[in-house]
T-cell receptor, first 116, second 113 residues
C-alpha cells in the first residue's frame, strides 16, 4: 500500500511553454501533498505544501505564479511550471501523506524536466 | 529553523556494516526518517523513529537516536552492492503544522564487491 505515482516521468519542452506534472496517490487518500525540487547531487528542497480543496502554501523564495499547484481531489495534485525557462530544468518529486501531522510521507518516482 | 547535516560519502566493502550519521537542530522534531534514493528515482522510505525511542531495528537496519546530542544514525548490517544509493536523513520541522520535512544533503553509499 501507499503508492504514489507521477506523470510524466520525463518531459522535454521549449523555453516559454508550460508543463503540467501530475501526482497521484493510488491506494490511499492524501490529505496533504508536497512538491519538492532536487538539483543534481543535491538534497530535496520543499517548494510547496498543498491540502485538498485549499490553496497551496509556498516556501519562501518560490514563485507561486510560476509554479501553480492544484490539489483538486484527495488523490491528485498537479504542478504546472508556467513559461518554463532552462533554469527550471530539474527533478521534481511529489509526496503524499494521509494527514498533515505525524504521518509518513510517501514519495513519487519523480519527474525530470528539461527546458531547452 | 531546522537544519539537518550528513556526511556526503561513505565507502564500504560488501558484507561489512555501514553506518550513516546525521545531526539535526530542532529538538521538537517528533519523527525522524531515513530515505533511500537510487539513481534517477524517487525516495523510498526505509525506516523512521519516534523521538522518545533510542533504537529501532528492522531486519538489517538499525536506527540509533541520541536525542540529547540530536544525533541520528542508520546502520546497515551485511551491506550488499544493491544497497549502493544515496541515503537521506529527514526531520520534521517542529514549527510547522503541515508535516513539513527538512532533508539532509544525502550520503552517497558506495559498496565495493
Amino acid at each position: 500500500g501507499a503508492v504514489v505515482s507521477q506523470h510524466p516521468s520525463w518531459v522535454i519542452c521549449k523555453s516559454g511553454t508550460s508543463v503540467k506534472i501530475e501526482c497521484r496517490s493510488l491506494d490511499f487518500q492524501a490529505t496533504t501533498m508536497f512538491w519538492y525540487r532536487q538539483f543534481p547531487k543535491q538534497s530535496l528542497m520543499l517548494m510547496a505544501t498543498s491540502n485538498e480543496g485549499s490553496k497551496a502554501t509556498y516556501e519562501q523564495g518560490v514563485e507561486k505564479d510560476k509554479f501553480l499547484i492544484n490539489h483538486a481531489s484527495l488523490t491528485l495534485s498537479t504542478l504546472t511550471v508556467t513559461s518554463a525557462h532552462p533554469e527550471d530544468s530539474s527533478f521534481y518529486i511529489c509526496s503524499a501523506s494521509r494527514t498533515a501531522l505525524q504521518e509518513t510521507q510517501y514519495f513519487g518516482p519523480g519527474t525530470r524536466l528539461l527546458v531547452l | 529553523g531546522e537544519d539537518v547535516e550528513q556526511s556526503l560519502f561513505l565507502s564500504v566493502r560488501e558484507g561489512d556494516s555501514s553506518v550513516i550519521n546525521c545531526t539535526y537542530t530542532d529538538s521538537s522534531s517528533t519523527y525522524l526518517y531515513w530515505y533511500k534514493q537510487e539513481p534517477g528515482a524517487g525516495l523510498q522510505l526505509l525506516t523512521y523513529i519516534f523521538s522518545n525511542m533510542d533504537m529501532k531495528q528492522d531486519q538489517r537496519l538499525t536506527v540509533l537516536l541520541n536525542k540529547k546530542d540530536k544525533h541520528l544514525s542508520l546502520r546497515i548490517a551485511d551491506t550488499q552492492t544493491g544497497d549502493s544509493a544515496i541515503y537521506f536523513c529527514a526531520a520534521e520541522d517542529g514549527s510547522s503544522n503541515t508535516g513539513k520535512l527538512i532533508f539532509g544533503q544525502g550520503t552517497t553509499l558506495q559498496v565495493k564487491p
